[in-house]
């Protein structure tokens, strides 16, 4: 019972940090290393509270989570699904309804997971396909698709055998050679750095709870962390200025999206933080603090991870 108090206590925790690193603002300074503690969190939290449970529920075993687990197969496999591993050490009610409640949240956390990666793909390779057949190339805008439509739209679509960046004519009339090279370079970092896939979790949990107004929060902030990355790779290649004049005439013509794509920009507030990041930098978060952040990450997953070995 002294894991499943601990890895209870932790699952809160993750929701206190979680809400208290949403309103901070020293992630700007470094939003990779805070992207990093995102997801720390985020799976802290599924294994904490998946853990929780289970230690509960399979407490009569007395072996811990993993330990009970192979106890509750075995129990199974001899006596079918009868929950009651001995006559001396009966489930009780509660405890059966924790572990069908763990076996639950893994599936719906599973299943959100895949549901989500496979919508992607799917959309991603139809979106490919329709490239194909409208898209067009430009001597001029070397390593962009060319989108004939009229609204300012600059995206990209990553994939595992073709990766592609898009922009729209819009785009073309409304953003100069040098910021058109900005946006590209943006894009461009997407694409080597696989920010889909560093999103696709948040994305997972956000289509697994769609009541939860939360977890629409954390995934937009997460988004624009990510696209802050994508920030500072592009300005290691083109002048900060040029990206954030682009984000700027972005901001009145800017068209939908499609699902699956990251794009260079998104809502209204979200481009002025970074226009204003751009233009007006913070420093940068120091080699300790971002040591000391990426420790506690580290401490938090082989802490939570451990309880599910105490056999207690």
Same mark, same amino acid.
Request: aromatic share 8%.
């Given at each position: 019972? *002294?894991?499943a108090?601990?890895l209870a206590?932790?699952?809160?925790?993750c929701f206190?940090?979680a809400?208290?690193l949403r309103?901070?603002?020293?992630?700007?300074?470094?939003?990779?290393v805070a #992207?990093i503690a995102?997801?720390?969190?985020?799976?802290?939290?599924?294994?904490?509270?998946?853990g929780?449970? @289970?230690?509960?529920?399979?407490?009569v075993?007395?072996?811990g989570?993993?330990?009970?687990?192979l106890?509750?197969?075995?129990?199974?496999?001899?006596?079918?699904?009868?929950l009651t591993?001995?006559?001396?050490s009966?489930f009780?009610p509660v405890?059966?309804?924790?572990i069908?409640?763990?076996l639950?949240?893994?599936?719906?956390?599973?299943?959100g997971?895949?549901?989500?990666?496979v919508?992607?793909?799917?959309?991603?390779?139809?979106?490919?396909?329709?490239?194909?057949?409208v898209g067009? !190339?430009?001597p001029?805008v070397p390593?962009?698709?060319?989108?004939?439509?009229?609204?300012?739209?600059a995206?990209?679509?990553p994939?595992v055998?073709r990766?592609? *960046?898009?922009i729209?004519?819009?785009?073309?009339?409304?953003? !100069?050679?040098?910021?058109?090279a900005?946006?590209i370079a943006h894009?461009?970092?997407?694409?080597?750095?696989?920010?889909d896939?560093?999103?696709l979790?948040?994305?997972?949990?956000?289509?697994?709870?769609?009541r939860?107004r939360?977890?629409?929060?954390?995934y937009?902030?997460?988004?624009?962390l990510?696209?802050?990355?994508?920030?500072?790779?592009?300005?290691?290649?083109r002048?900060?200025?040029?990206?954030?004049t682009a984000?700027?005439r972005?901001?009145?013509?800017?068209?939908?999206?499609p699902?699956?794509?990251?794009?260079?920009t998104?809502?209204?507030?979200?481009v002025?933080a970074? #226009?204003?990041? @751009?233009?007006s930098?913070a420093?940068?978060l120091?080699?300790?603090q971002s040591?000391a952040?990426?420790c506690?990450?580290?401490l938090?997953?082989a802490?939570? *991870?451990l309880?599910?070995?105490?056999?207690?």
């Amino acid at each position: 019972m *002294v894991s499943a108090a601990l890895l209870a206590a932790i699952a809160i925790g993750c929701f206190a940090a979680a809400a208290r690193l949403r309103r901070a603002s020293w992630p700007y300074r470094g939003p990779y290393v805070a #992207v990093i503690a995102w997801q720390a969190l985020g799976l802290a939290w599924g294994v904490s509270t998946i853990g929780a449970l @289970l230690a509960f529920g399979l407490s009569v075993y007395g072996q811990g989570v993993f330990g009970g687990l192979l106890a509750l197969v075995g129990d199974a496999s001899a006596h079918g699904f009868y929950l009651t591993g001995a006559a001396e050490s009966p489930f009780a009610p509660v405890q059966v309804a924790a572990i069908l409640f763990a076996l639950g949240l893994t599936l719906v956390l599973f299943c959100g997971l895949t549901a989500s990666f496979v919508q992607v793909v799917r959309t991603r390779r139809r979106h490919h396909d329709l490239l194909e057949l409208v898209g067009r !190339d430009d001597p001029g805008v070397p390593g962009a698709r060319i989108l004939d439509h009229p609204a300012a739209a600059a995206y990209c679509l990553p994939g595992v055998l073709r990766s592609e *960046v898009v922009i729209s004519a819009g785009a073309l009339k409304v953003l !100069d050679e040098r910021e058109l090279a900005a946006v590209i370079a943006h894009e461009h970092a997407h694409l080597r750095q696989r920010h889909d896939l560093v999103l696709l979790p948040f994305s997972s949990l956000k289509r697994a709870f769609p009541r939860v107004r939360l977890m629409e929060g954390y995934y937009r902030t997460v988004a624009l962390l990510i696209e802050m990355c994508a920030d500072d790779q592009a300005r290691r290649e083109r002048p900060p200025k040029e990206l954030a004049t682009a984000l700027m005439r972005f901001g009145a013509n800017n068209a939908h999206t499609p699902v699956g794509a990251l794009a260079a920009t998104s809502e209204q507030t979200e481009v002025l933080a970074r #226009v204003k990041r @751009l233009l007006s930098p913070a420093r940068a978060l120091t080699r300790a603090q971002s040591a000391a952040v990426l420790c506690g990450a580290a401490l938090l997953m082989a802490v939570t *991870v451990l309880l599910w070995h105490v056999p207690v």
